[in-house]
């Protein structure tokens, strides 16, 4: 065990900081490339934050060799998400109006005044469980998850 995971534990059971702060100090202390202690983290100490949200389509059944075929691969950094969060408080109060409206005239009845920091955590703590698979008639593969 390295140096620094030994001076977080010792730090948890003299009770200086708590299992949540132990828990994001060790996180930030684990390498980037170990997915397999990632996963056991993962399963022992609950659900890992989101990095990405993926939205894949694959070509249907018998079209996977076809290099005519659409294909669709996006990755959206959940920062990105974030980032874009904070500029909304940026907008005008006009244009927020104008957003906010137009969003009721589709039948969307959401203010963008009420949206706060905090709410963007929520929503991305719900997207943990977030998985949408379709598949269309013509047999593509839609795919919308977090990772």
């Known amino acids: 065990m390295a140096e620094n995971q030994k001076k977080i534990l010792e730090m948890l059971s003299d009770k200086k900081i708590s299992v949540d702060e132990a828990h994001r100090l060790l996180s930030v202390l684990e ?3 170990s997915a397999r202690e990632s996963t056991a983290t993962a399963d022992t100490a609950g ?3 989101p990095k990405y ?6 070509p249907g059944h018998g079209h996977e060799h076809d290099h005519d075929a659409e294909r ?5 950094p ?3 998400i974030r980032s874009g969060m904070k500029f909304t408080s940026l907008l005008p109060t006009e244009a927020r109006d ?3 409206e137009a969003l009721r005239e589709k039948g ?11 709410h963007l955590d929520e929503l991305i703590e719900a997207l943990t469980d977030l998985e949408v698979d379709v ?4 047999g593509e593969v839609v795919k919308v998850f977090v990772e």
């Open 31 to 33: 390498p980037e490339g």
């Open 47 to 49: 659900k890992t934050r």
């Open 53 to 58: 949200l993926r939205v894949t389509v694959q």
């Open 72 to 76: 669709v691969n996006v990755r959206v």
């Open 78 to 80: 959940m920062a990105l």
């Open 98 to 100: 104008k957003v906010s």
């Open 108 to 118: 969307i009845d959401f203010d963008m005044r009420n949206l706060k920091p905090q």
């Open 135 to 138: 598949a269309s008639s013509d």
